[in-house]
């Protein structure tokens, strides 16, 4: 059984970086064609894929993002990180990561494949 775990700080100050770690288990995410994906929700708005590192690591990125989000894994560990720089009150939200054949914002609507349960993120002084 696939399982995802985000790990991270739950306050953040402005202008720091966020960095977020999403541990998989049940599955390497060096195999077969899977996406690992950073989704988040904001207070009162929808899912936002963020980005997504594949099987080979290769990363993808929302444009939304303005190049602040950069995704990376360590396959030793079986877990890939989000860093997100520049951060600011709106960057406020739940931040879950995934696994799936698919990946995009249009993907994202769907929640399809494996969640995890998400974490809590405040950026706040």
């Known amino acids: 059984q696939v399982q995802l775990q985000e790990s991270g700080p739950d306050l953040v100050e402005p202008s720091q970086t966020l960095s977020l770690t999403c541990t998989v288990s049940g599955v390497s995410i060096r195999t077969n064609v899977y996406y690992y994906s950073w989704i988040r929700q904001a207070p009162g708005k929808g899912l936002e894929w963020m980005g997504a590192?594949?099987?080979?690591?290769?990363?993808y990125y929302s444009p939304s993002l303005k190049n602040r989000a950069s995704i990376s894994r360590d396959t030793l560990k079986n877990q890939f990180t989000l860093q997100l720089t520049s951060v600011t009150p709106e960057d406020t939200a739940v931040y879950y990561c995934?696994?799936?054949?698919?990946?995009?914002?249009?993907?994202?609507?769907?929640?399809?494949?494996?969640w995890g349960r998400g974490i809590q993120v405040t950026v706040s002084s």
């Open positions: 995934s696994r799936d054949q698919n990946y995009g914002s249009n993907w994202v609507t769907g929640r399809r494949g494996s």
């Open positions: 590192i594949d099987t080979t690591g290769y990363t």
